[in-house]
């Protein structure tokens, strides 16, 4: 168990409501990460934390936003979700350079 | 940028024989080279990683990796496979540069029978 809750873990939403989805690390890991998973892509990054209100982008960002104002959690959030966002999301966190990286468990977000 | 290719979407094996999955990558930077399962419905779980050092990785339940440079490649090997090995394998690739932004194959499904 490396310490990561992802919530919720299974959401409905309709098109154009915002959702904000969140991992909590209890590890006091530094960097933080945001991945989608769809078949046939493996994961993508979405966006990524280097600490505390540090954050970037990743290949996939556009219509997503992060936050990180602890280093305990970090927040994504689609400010209107669209269909091509349905999708497993998957935080991951890294304490420094070289270690290993570990992932939760997923969040399965479905917009109808 | 970097790239990862893995060269079998599934993979079908029988219990006790062996397996190996195929990945290639690009890049133009060096990298770090990763392999991750993942188990239905659950994360993803390191099984090994190469950073440096010895080209031959040895990681959890068994599995083992060789980083080939001239053939940019880093495949999977097991030499005897369970039922309990049945599941997805991703190869990942991350710049030796940018920790953790990982470049991820679509991935490989191995489903292990009797």
């Known amino acids: 168990d490396a310490g990561i809750t992802q919530s919720p873990r299974h959401k409905v939403t309709e098109t154009g409501t915002p959702v904000t989805l969140r991992c909590h690390q209890t590890?006091?890991?530094?960097?933080m990460y945001w991945y989608r998973q769809d078949p046939g892509h493996g994961l993508r990054l979405i966006h990524y934390?280097?600490?505390?209100?540090?954050?970037d982008k990743g290949e996939v960002s556009d219509g997503y936003s992060v936050s990180r104002s602890k280093t305990e959690d970090f927040l994504l959030t689609l400010e209107s979700a669209t269909s091509s966002q349905t999708s497993v999301y998957f935080c991951?966190?890294?304490?420094?350079?070289?270690?290993?990286?570990?992932f939760g468990e997923g969040s399965w977000l479905t917009v109808v | 940028a970097q790239s990862v290719t893995q060269l079998d979407s599934q993979v079908p094996v029988f219990e006790e024989a062996p397996v190996e999955l195929r990945c290639n990558y690009s890049?133009?930077?060096?990298?770090?080279l990763f392999w991750y399962v993942q188990y239905p419905n659950q994360g993803l779980q390191l099984l090994l990683k190469?950073?440096?050092?010895?080209?031959l990785v040895k990681g959890i339940n068994g599995f083992e990796a060789e980083f080939n440079k001239s053939q940019t490649s880093f495949h999977l090997r097991k030499p005897s496979v369970h039922i309990s090995d049945t599941a997805e394998y991703f190869c990942?690739?991350?710049?030796?540069?940018?920790?953790?932004?990982?470049?991820f194959g679509a991935g490989t499904q191995v489903v292990v029978t009797p």
């Open positions: 991951a966190i890294s304490e420094a350079d070289g270690n290993t990286i570990y």
């Open positions: 990942a690739v991350t710049a030796t540069d940018s920790w953790g932004k990982f470049q």
């Open positions: 934390s280097y600490g505390v209100k540090d954050t």
């Open positions: 590890e006091n890991h530094r960097y």
């Open positions: 190469y950073l440096s050092g010895s080209t």
């Open positions: 890049s133009s930077v060096s990298v770090y």
